[in-house]
Every structure is written in structure tokens, then in C-alpha cells.
Antibody, heavy 112, light 107 residues
């Protein structure tokens, strides 16, 4: 059974760095791509980036300067790191496997 | 970046009606468009992949069509559980993008 679960701090202070983990089960990270998508409160979906099955990454152009995605295949985990957080980065952060399977999402609030 | 424009922003319909939702791409993207449904407080759910390919477990009343720049998600005889927000997404570019969504609401 394919599962993805996001985890991380619920609250981050402005200008600080966000670190999220997507823990997957039921498939191998070397066979499937994992994407990160976020959603500000009451707004639409924003694609953030992807780590391809081969290990390469691509990022949303607007976020690229401050975003990094990596993985640990032995632990079946994908990591998102984003620095210089501002209040507009508040929202639900999702990981998904090629759009077919999604995690439940984790709420990140940027506030002092 | 490829921009996806969804219309209308909101669609008010009566249960039992059939509807069509539009997604237009800023450049030709062949059939690399996917449709998602998102209900309130839930994760998105993939409905249709590559413009018209069905997904296991998705009701047959959902169908997709189109190629190039113009795409349509059709719902045959809308049911109460279908009232939610629908997004299109393109994967033609390695930099994926979503449309802004169409909210399907009860008239």
C-alpha cells in the first residue's frame, strides 16, 4: 500500500528556515518521482518542486533561490528545506507520488 | 513557465446537470494535462491523467478531453459529492504548474 506522510514543525519564525520530511512506504524512491506542493489558506495549489527517481531535482522558478529538495533512499524519506521564510509561506505543504498518491499535508505557520 | 487558465472561476449547478470545466494553456502542451479534485480540508485527488486517461477508482461520470492548448473536464450528471474545487496541472515542462481552480457549487 502506497503511503506518504509529511512531518515538520508547525510554527516557524519569520526569516528562519523550514525543514519538512516526507516519509514514504509501499514504493521505492529510486523508481518514482516525489513532488512537493503547497497551499496557502483559502488559496490554490502551488507546485514547489520535484526530486526525480534518478535523484535530479527541479524547482518552481519563484522559489528556486531559497528551496532545496533531497532524499535518503535507505530511509525512504524526502526532505524539503526552504530558507528566509515569510508570512506568505504559511500554508499546507503536501508531498505526492507523481500526483497519484498524496500525503495528508502538514500545516506550516510562519509567525513570530 | 507555462500558465494554465481555468474557467469559469465558479460554476453554480443543480445536482443532475452535466458540466464542462475549461483549462487553457499558454502554449501547446500536447496532452500533458491532469485534473484533480479537492474537497474541503482534504488532499487533492487525481481524476484524469494525460487529458483523457481514466484513473482506477474514479467514477465513470468524470471524463477529460483536449490537446494542444484547450482542455475540458466533463462531469456527467453531477452528484452531491462532486461539489468541490477542480484543478488542472501540466507536466509538459519539467517545471510543473497548476491552474487557479474552478469551484463547483450548488445552485
Amino acid at each position: 500500500q502506497v503511503q506518504l506522510k509529511e512531518s515538520g514543525p508547525g510554527l516557524v519564525q519569520p526569516s528562519q528556515t523550514l525543514s519538512l520530511t516526507c516519509t514514504v512506504s509501499g514504493f521505492s524512491l529510486t523508481s518514482y518521482n516525489v513532488h512537493w506542493v503547497r497551499q496557502p489558506p483559502g488559496k490554490g495549489l502551488e507546485w514547489m518542486g520535484v526530486i526525480w527517481s534518478g535523484g535530479n531535482t527541479d524547482y518552481n522558478s519563484a522559489l528556486k533561490p531559497r528551496l532545496s529538495i533531497s532524499r535518503d533512499t535507505s530511509k525512504s524519506q524526502v526532505f524539503l528545506t526552504m530558507n528566509s521564510l515569510q508570512t506568505e509561506d504559511t500554508g499546507i505543504y503536501y508531498c505526492n507520488r507523481n500526483g497519484h498518491s498524496w500525503g495528508q499535508g502538514t500545516l506550516v505557520t510562519v509567525s513570530s | 513557465n507555462i500558465v494554465l487558465t481555468q474557467s469559469p472561476a465558479t460554476l453554480s449547478v443543480t445536482p443532475g446537470e452535466s458540466v464542462s470545466l475549461s483549462c487553457r494553456a499558454s502554449q501547446s502542451i500536447s496532452t500533458s494535462i491532469h485534473w484533480y479534485q479537492q474537497k474541503s480540508n482534504e488532499s487533492p485527488r487525481l481524476l484524469i491523467k494525460y487529458a483523457s486517461q481514466s484513473i482506477s477508482g474514479i467514477p465513470s461520470r468524470f471524463s477529460g478531453s483536449g490537446s494542444g492548448t484547450d482542455f475540458t473536464l466533463s462531469i456527467n450528471r453531477v452528484e452531491s459529492e462532486d461539489f468541490s474545487i477542480y484543478y488542472c496541472q501540466q507536466s509538459y515542462s519539467s517545471l510543473l504548474t497548476f491552474g487557479s481552480g474552478t469551484k463547483l457549487e450548488i445552485k
